[in-house]
Structure formats: C-alpha cells, structure tokens
C-alpha cells in the first residue's frame, strides 16, 4: 500500500512518544491520537510511522518489533456496519434467492464514494446468494460484482452505482440504479433506500440487458 505521511500540523497524540516508560511485562501502550480533518483529503491513505531508537540501560531492542506503520482511516459520512433488507430476483434463474437480512459494511473510498463488502459471506465486495431456491443459506455468489456507490454530498442521494470490478468488468458485468428508487440516504434515520440493476449483455442478449435486479434498505448498525 502507498501511504502518505499524515501532516504534523494535521494531528496531536495524547503522549509523548519520544519518551514512554514500560514497565516489567508491558508491551501495549494506548496512544489517543486527534485528528484535525479540516486539512486532509479522504481519497489519500495516510498513516504514521513509528521506530524505538533507544531504551534505557539494561535494556534491548526487539529486532521485530522496533519499527510499525499506522494506518489512519478516514471515514465520510456514509461509513459503517448497515443490516440489509429487501428483495433480488435474476431473470434467467427463478431458482436464485436472496438471504436476507445481511450485515455489510460501506468503507470510505473517497468523500463521497464507498466500496459495499459483505464481510459475513464473503469478506469482498459482491452479492451471496442461495442457487436452488433455500433463503437461509447462501451457497454462490456472482463472480466478478460488486458494489462501488457514490453518494451527492450535497442532497444525499445516490448519485450512481458502478462495478467494483469494472464497469464493465471483463464477464460483460455492470452496476447500474434502477431510476424508480428512492435511491437516497435519510440522514435522520441513517438508512439508504436504493434499487439496482446487474446488467450483463453476454447472456441477456436484448438491450437494456438486465440480468439481475435489486430492492433494498440499508439500516445503519454502527461503525466497522
């Protein structure tokens, strides 16, 4: 991963890390860092990096743990755990079913951009779902989707949805929204209402090719 080093100017830690004390047995400190946002951009990866030079008399430094990297992660708005509702339906399998509810996660991609990742089923961004008709249990999922959605920072809609994989991806695959939704994000509740299209023309040869449809509610659970 390509990191940036986070501004000095952009933060202060709750300790002086040029100068901690651990004791006999102690090899965990919690440092609480603060984070001026104002200044930094949600698109860029920082992290800060951290290396024990010196130690006190009588003591060594560990060859593997003389040196971390960390991560900081900023998160829009939009970020977090959402327990998902709704109904799915492809048109060329009856047999296809949804197993709702599921718990997926939307990680800040940009300021206005988050990656969907069913965590739960999969741990990658794509939909699970059950192939022989049973709701409670997912067996499969398609190959090659996922859901990448950018939100209108201003009106707090879903402005579009594309492929995470590609748009299209290399099996034909895209994401697109089903214009009839309400396909936005009720700030009072934390909940997106959004309907969606997999458009795939390698199989469903008759424009607008869709594939697979989708009508959900995301209820915000709580940060990941």
Not at 176 to 185: E, K, M, P, S
């Amino acid at each position: 991963t390509s990191f940036v080093e986070l501004p000095s100017a952009s933060y202060t830690l709750s300790e002086d890390v040029t100068n901690l004390t651990f004791t006999p047995g102690e090899d965990i400190k919690t440092i609480k860092i603060k984070l001026n946002k104002t200044s930094l951009s949600l698109s860029t990866q920082y992290a800060l990096a951290f290396k024990i030079s010196e130690v006190g008399s009588g003591a060594l430094i560990s060859n593997s743990y003389k040196s971390a990297i960390y991560a900081i992660g900023i998160k829009n708005k939009w970020d977090g755990v959402y327990n998902v509702t709704g109904t799915f339906q492809d048109v060329t399998n009856a047999a296809f079913v949804g197993v709702y509810p599921y718990e997926w996660e939307l990680q800040t991609n940009g300021p206005a951009q988050c990656i969907v990742i069913d965590q739960y089923n999969l741990g990658i961004p794509g939909f699970a779902f059950n192939s022989v008709g049973d709701p409670t249990s997912a067996n499969t999922y398609y190959g090659s989707f996922g859901l990448v959605v950018n939100f209108d920072a201003a009106t707090d809609k879903v402005a579009s949805v594309v492929n995470y994989y590609g748009q299209p991806a290399g099996n034909t695959r895209s994401a697109v929204l089903d214009d009839t939704g309400i396909n936005a994000y009720d700030n009072a509740t934390k909940t997106v209402n959004i309907k969606y299209f997999m458009l795939q023309p390698s199989v469903v040869t008759t424009p607008p090719y869709i594939r697979a449809k989708w009508n959900e509610q995301w209820k915000y659970i709580g940060s990941r």
